[in-house]
């Protein structure tokens, strides 16, 4: 079955960095688009980023454009989320999902706690 | 910016039936928008209900229907179950890589 490991979430200091992996089985990830999701505490969700499967495109938020970047490693069947100047308002758990039927969400993980505190 | 909306809550009773819709700021929610209906209790991450604005995903009971009601989005629970209680999120996609969710309805079953 589809599994999606999110890690590399915790507590980091205003303008510090933080790097996410998801680790994906179950699916054909090689040719799979995908997606972080994020949910601060106690709001909605908010798509942050997607990457086509050959990471021939990535499309970014206006919230975090410029200071987040995604990429994969389809050899290790691993997302990434390269996260630069972190602000306060980046505190959320993140989510990964690949790319659904009619550009929806699949399955989800259950998600890495970044919290942007000092 | 493009603003999707959702009711911030509804209520039903059990055996009901609510609509809840996901609605645009500016403009209607058309077929090409590709709505599509997640479900989320508190503590767990998202389930995918419904894509492709009518279509339900793997395992998904019949009792969910997804549709265009006049200028909006609309998710539909027949036959309300206690363990329908949850949050609902629609999400659009705008076109051009860029994917906005609603505010998502805290949906109680009393």
């Known amino acids: 079955q589809v599994q999606l490991v999110e890690s590399g979430g915790g507590v980091v200091q205003p303008g510090g960095s933080l790097r996410l992996s998801c680790t994906a089985s179950?699916?054909?990830?090689?040719?799979?688009?995908m997606h972080w999701v994020r949910q601060a505490p106690g709001k909605g969700l908010e798509w942050v980023a997607f990457?086509?499967?050959?990471?021939?495109?990535?499309f970014y938020a206006d919230s975090v454009k410029g200071r987040i970047t995604i990429s994969r490693d389809n050899s290790k069947n691993t997302l990434y989320l390269q996260m630069n100047s972190l602000r306060p308002e980046d505190t959320a758990v993140y989510y990964c999902?690949?790319?659904?039927?009619?550009?929806?969400?699949?399955?989800w993980g259950q998600g890495t706690l970044v919290t942007v505190s000092s | 910016q493009t603003v999707v909306t959702q009711e911030a809550s509804f209520s039903v009773s059990p055996g009901g039936t609510v609509t809840l819709t996901c609605g645009l700021s500016?403009?209607?929610?058309?077929?090409?928008?590709?709505p599509s209906w997640y479900q989320q209790t508190p503590g767990q991450a998202p389930r995918t209900l419904i894509y492709s604005t009518n279509t339900r995903s793997s395992g998904v009971p019949d009792r969910f229907s997804g549709s265009i009601l006049g200028n909006k989005a609309a998710l539909t629970i027949t036959g309300a179950q206690a363990d329908d209680e949850s949050d609902y999120y629609c999400?659009?996609?705008?076109?051009?890589?860029?994917?906005?969710f609603g505010g998502g309805t805290k949906l109680t079953v009393l």
């Open positions: 990457i086509r499967y050959d990471e021939s495109h990535k």
């Open positions: 179950g699916f054909t990830f090689t040719s799979s688009g």
């Open positions: 999400v659009l996609y705008m076109g051009t890589g860029i994917w906005v």
């Open positions: 500016s403009g209607s929610v058309s077929p090409s928008y590709q």
């Open positions: 999902a690949p790319l659904g039927l009619g550009q929806s969400f699949d399955y």
